[in-house]
């Protein structure tokens, strides 16, 4: 049998044995490779900025990030201040970007927790202002300031930039950290609107630099943007997909070498005869003509293995595709095990994610079956499946469940 790059030595597994057998492998490997072959496709000065948000698109940040940093990025992204204060709470120094907008309240703790906060209105600013004036910070805080280039959703417009950035640079409490935009297209090469973005990016600096306030380092580039090679110019690229191994689009590739980090797999738990005219789950929307071996594998919607793949996906068992059968339910999925593939409870099964020789469907081929793209099929991926972290086949870490919350 061809060995699963992300296959476990058999001393690993003894590690994992007590947990869900339906689980997310996560290969640091994969995460280290891909931010190194992203870093090489850099001019040299370029920083890297990894975009952790979302638990690092549902990899486990605080892994992720300590891979990412251990392999050419020194900035981490993320979206808000919960998630940068998780990052503080696993030892990380780094310096880490709230890139979204946060509410001014937030403000204080954000500084409080040594968070650079994104900035793109003056109620903001001031907000921060008042924080660093509150807590005596031992350095000025580092702000950011995005414009809004053409997406219309978080940044100043290009008008009112210039005042906002002589503000910062006029408060000696504050250091100007960063100048950047966020592109609408990148991900859709042939579309020139990402060009038009780097022009009025352009003009928003010069504006700014009109002013006489000094340029802080400057970033346009997400992952579409650097793998096309647009806004790559600047001293910042902020991938985030690409760091996982996964395309932004179809219509953007990823460099050779890069691989998918995250593999989602399960065990079968029971094998079920079906007879003709029987049917299989909730509603019985499958009737078997013929007679099938089911096989039961405990994943369902509750951990993001969405409904709507009933009748639709299909999972690896053995290197061949096994078709789920009927409704997905909240907690199981039945699938079919076909004719001439020998299985038995216990096998592995996957589920998806991971490369060929693995029959189970890429991120993108589930995200074409659930109708959105592969950053909401990673996202998607729910606490209760446990997350492995790999480093050459042996088991480095394992999150199993979420943190409790407290009483108030
Ligand atoms: C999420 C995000 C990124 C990363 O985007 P990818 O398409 O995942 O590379 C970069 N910059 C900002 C401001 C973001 O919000």
Redesign the pocket.
Known sequence: MTLARHSLTPAAIPRISGIRATRAIVDLDAIEGNVRILRAALPRACQL?A?V??DG?GHGAPWIARAALTSGASLL?V?TVNEGKILRAHGILAPIVI??SIDAAEAAPACQAGLEI?IADERLLVAVQQAVRSHALKEPAAVHL?IDTGLRR?GATTEVAAAIALKIAADPLLRFASL????AS??EPSDPFTGEQLKEFEQATAAINAADVPLPPL?T??????LTGMGTQYDVA???????GVP?SPDVALKPGMRPALSVESRVTRLIHIAPGDTVGYNRTFRAVAPLRGALIPIGYADGYRRQLSGRAWVGIKGRRAHVLGRVSMDQIVVEVPEDVQTTVGEIVQIFGGEPPLAAPSISDMAEMMGTNA?EVLVGLRGRVPRVFIRNGEVVAVRDGSLGGVDV
């Open positions: 900025m975009v948000k979302a698109y992204g979206a890139l979204g994104t995005k978080y950047f935009t966020h592109f990148a991900d970033h580039a997400n992952s579409a943007g650097l902020r991938p985030g997909i690409a760091l996982y932004p950053y």
